[in-house]
């Protein structure tokens, strides 16, 4: 209990910060508008004429950029990776590791704030009348609605782990240019974020299937859309508790051998 | 004032400047043209994927998407060399180091140009090269002296256009003190809306990527009289202007840098 009151002192703090910065939430959201536009449209151009592919119709396909998009915008409102790694090159990095609480759970719980002020301020409204206005599909029960957000919650926590992972190289390389790059790579690809799964060449799904991305993106989607239904969901959800278990001991290894090496530069 | 001539030699002196500076972290160095290769080849990966089912994008093959996506690469690739660092002029004016490019017998805009030569960019530099030789081959472009040189005139004028839009963005900090924030909000989601063929966007937009941002001349229109295509809503001669757009958005870019550094208030110590 205790534990929950101190990190969740950080969720507040970050969402009254959040709201300090409101031209940072206006510039995020016409990024978001764009990118909407952008893969709206290529899905649009890619079906032009199709009534459906398989099996999925451009409406459903559609809704699932939206979804998509939304998820893309909830995953990107916490701290940049490259704010943490820029304390790990300054060496401020030190301070927070001596203070008594654990980092990555600060962070993640820094990101609870300022990703629900995102949502509540900026996406429920941008969203909302998005599916107002245009021709997109509701899930109809509360069931699926239930599941998504459970599965959009565990898919954030997945992201955590591994972008936070990949952000750990720092310690060792101080410049991840490269490494950083397949890692976004990935996720955007891999994790069905633009393209769904079920649209990939066979060899490349299947090796899709034995990762923990796509429990970032298309998973929830896919239940959204009711792509994935039933007793299937319980299936995702467990490939996804799955995941995340895995994903959070690899994090908890590497963050116990990175900061046993913390190099101070210029300390 | 220096005359216009005396100021290449001297260009040189403070690029060479910077490429000793940066070849001292030689890792760093690799490390960044890999990774921007990765990102370039992982987009290219994206649209094969993206095709693998649907076979064409608004009448645009893999090939020719490919072909689209590198002339955009190319031009970017200079742009980064020449202008990419206008975009944080605000951190140059909030920390007051700014000042510098101002007491010197030189133009300031100049002096700023040439204060950072980025070799990074020999990634991009890479990465269309490579595909600008696979995909003529797979798609039968031959070369010849006038769609050579009408290609080297685009991918000036395509410099001139995205370095422009750099030069005004970076000028807004002159009134606001903001600048990075704003090339992330328009120029960077610009930037990924090219590189899919602007015919498949609301006639809005394209219309706005013609006449006002005119990012279709980068890469779309370049590409349609080079692959010959067909483009909706434009006649197809369009992109033949795409030298000229070019330099009179950087004019205009320069005059209003110009104008915006008249405005400049020192941030004072």
């Known amino acids: ?58 409406v459903v396909m559609l809704t699932y ?57 900026a996406l429920i409204p941008l969203y909302t009348i998005l599916f107002i206005f245009f021709d997109l599909e509701l899930p109809t029960s509360w069931l699926v609605w239930l599941f998504f957000i459970l599965s959009a919650f565990l898919g954030f926590l997945i992201r955590y782990c591994i972008e936070l992972t990949f952000g750990l190289f720092t310690f060792w390389l101080i410049e991840t240019g490269g490494i950083e790059d397949i890692f976004y790579f990935s996720v955007s690809l891999l994790s069905g974020s633009v393209i769904p799964l079920w649209f990939f060449p066979g060899w490349l799904q299947t090796i899709a299937s034995y990762l923990p991305f796509q429990g970032i993106y298309f998973i929830p989607n896919a239940i959204f859309i009711e792509e994935i239904a039933g007793q299937e969901m319980f299936m995702s959800i467990s490939i996804q508790l799955f995941w995340l278990i895995v994903c959070y001991l690899i994090l908890r290894f590497l963050w116990n051998k990175a900061t046993k090496k913390v190099i101070v530069q210029g300390g | 004032m220096l005359s216009f001539l005396s100021y290449i030699p001297l260009y040189f002196r403070l690029v060479g400047a910077g490429i000793r500076a940066q070849m001292q972290y030689r890792f760093a160095f690799i490390m960044r043209i890999v990774g921007m290769i990765t990102a370039y080849a992982g987009t290219a990966v994206t649209m094969w994927v993206m095709l693998y089912e649907f076979k064409q994008l608004g009448q645009w093959n893999f090939y020719e998407l490919l072909f689209l996506f590198a002339i955009a690469v190319v031009s970017w690739g200079f742009c980064i060399i020449l202008f990419f660092h206008f975009r944080s002029l605000d951190t140059y004016i909030v920390n007051g180091t700014f000042d510098r490019f101002l007491v010197r017998p030189i133009n300031p805009f100049f002096h700023f140009m040439a204060m950072k030569f980025d070799i990074g960019a020999a990634g991009q530099f890479i990465f269309s090269i490579f595909v600008f030789i696979w995909v003529s081959s797979v798609l039968d472009i031959h070369w010849q002296l006038a769609n050579s040189i009408f290609l080297v005139f685009a991918i000036i004028g395509g410099v001139l256009i995205q ?95 110009m104008f915006g550094l008249n405005h400049y208030k020192s941030a004072g110590s």
């Not at chain 1, 990107?76 to 990555?104: H, S």
């Not at chain 1, 719980?109 to 949502?119: C, E, L, P, R």
């Not at chain 2, 795409?242 to 950087?250: A, M, Q, S």
């Open chain 1, 1 to 58: 209990m205790e534990y929950i009151r101190m990190y969740s002192t950080f969720t507040k703090k970050a969402f009254l910060r959040s709201a300090a910065y409101r031209f940072d939430v206006w510039s995020r959201l016409i990024s978001n508008v764009i990118f909407l536009l952008m893969w709206g449209s290529i899905w649009m151009a890619l079906y032009s004429g199709r009534e459906e592919a398989e099996g999925v119709s451009l």
């Open chain 2, 163 to 257: 370095g422009g839009l750099l030069v005004m963005i970076s000028a807004i900090a002159f009134w606001t003190t903001k600048s990075e924030r704003f090339y992330w909000v328009v120029m960077y989601p610009a930037r990924n809306l090219t590189n899919y063929p602007l015919g498949i966007y609301p006639k809005v937009v394209q219309w706005f990527t013609a006449f006002v941002v005119p990012f279709g001349f980068v890469n779309y229109f370049p590409a349609t009289v080079i692959l010959k295509k067909d483009i909706p809503f434009f006649p197809d001669y369009i992109g033949y202007f795409t030298p000229l757009v070019g330099l009179v958005f950087f004019l205009i870019a320069y005059r209003l840098w």
């Open chain 1, 65 to 121: 950029v939206a979804v998509s998009q939304f998820l893309n915008a909830v995953n990107g409102a916490g701290t940049p990776l490259w704010e943490i790694q820029e304390k790990v090159r300054t060496g401020d990095i030190a301070f927070e590791l001596m203070k008594p609480f654990d980092v990555p759970l600060r962070y993640l719980f820094a990101d609870f704030g300022s990703v629900s002020f995102y949502i509540l301020t």
